[in-house]
C-alpha cells in the first residue's frame, strides 16, 4: 500500500518529513502514482476528484489545511477526512492578529505617514485596556488568538454556535447575541470556515452593527463578509479600517474596489501556514490511529461543514 502527498507548498520538506516518521511506507509524490488500487492514504491540501475516485482502497483523506471545503464537494469519497489543527499553525495565525490590530489601535501608520514630512508628533490611540477585542469563531485557532490578546491586557469578547467559559473571555452564542457581540467589540477577528451557516454572515445589517470606529480582520474565508456591504461600511461607516487576508474570490476581480480602498489592506493569505515539522508528526500520528483501529481527530464533520 502506498501514501500519496500533495502539499501546497516545500514539497521536498514534506517528503522528507514523512519519510522520516513513516520510514516503512511507501510515499509518492502526485501525480505521480503508479497503482491507484495501492493508495491507502491522501495527505493533501487539495487533490483532483477525479484522481481521488480513481483510490478504489483509500482509507482516508489528511488534509494539510485548516479549512476543509475543498473535500466537501461533489464527488469527494466518503472516506473520513482529517483536519489539521496545528497549535503552531494557530500561533502564527495569532500573531498576524496581533500585528494588525495592534498596528490600528496604536495608530502606528500615523507615525509612518507623517515620517516623510520630518514630524516627529505622538499619535493619540486608545489603550490595550479600553479597545475591545472580538473573536469571531472560537475553535482552535480562535481560543489562541483570544489567549493572546488576553495576555496582553485587552478586553476579549468570542462567539460561536453555542458559547463557552474561557477565563478572560466574555462570550456570546449563536445568532441572537451575534449584533451585541460586534457591537461591543473595537476590533473584530473573523476566523470562521466557509459553510452554508457561515456564507455571508456578515451582510450589510450585521455590518451597520459593528462599533463605531471599529477595525475588521478577516483571516478566516473571504464568504463570511459581503464585500460590497463591507465596502459601503468603510465608507459611510461604522468601520474604519478592513484587513483581509482572504477574499472571495482569491485574489479579488481586476475591478474590485478591495484593490485601491485606502481603508483596506490586503494580504494574500498568509496569516497562518502549515508547518511541516509539526504538522508531519500529526498527520503520522493519526494514520497510526487509523491503522490500529483507533479514531484520527480532528475529524471533518460533514453535516456542520468543518
Known sequence: MSIVLNPYARPDEWMAALHRLLPDDEIVAWPDVADPDAVEFVIAWRLPRADLQSYANLRAILSLGAGAEQWQQPGVPEVPVVRLADPAMSDEMATYA????????????????????????????????????GIL?????????????????????GWSRSGGETEGVTHYAGTDELDAFLANSD???NVLPSTAATAGLLNAERLASFAPNSVFVNMG???VVDESALVEALDSGPLRAAVLDVTDPEPPVDNSPLWTHPAVTLTPHVAGSTQVASASKLVADNIARIRA???PFPLLDRARGY
Open 98 to 133: 496581533l500585528h494588525w490590530v495592534i498596528r490600528l489601535q496604536r495608530n502606528f501608520d500615523a507615525s509612518i505617514a507623517q515620517q516623510p514630512a520630518k514630524v516627529w508628533e505622538q499619535p493619540g490611540y486608545v489603550q490595550a485596556g479600553s479597545h475591545r477585542v
Open 137 to 157: 469563531g472560537f475553535g482552535t485557532i480562535g481560543a489562541r488568538v483570544a489567549k493572546a490578546f488576553v495576555d496582553l491586557g485587552y478586553p476579549v469578547n
Open 187 to 189: 476590533s473584530v477577528v
Open 221 to 223: 474565508r473571504g464568504t
Open 293 to 295: 483501529g483507533e479514531a
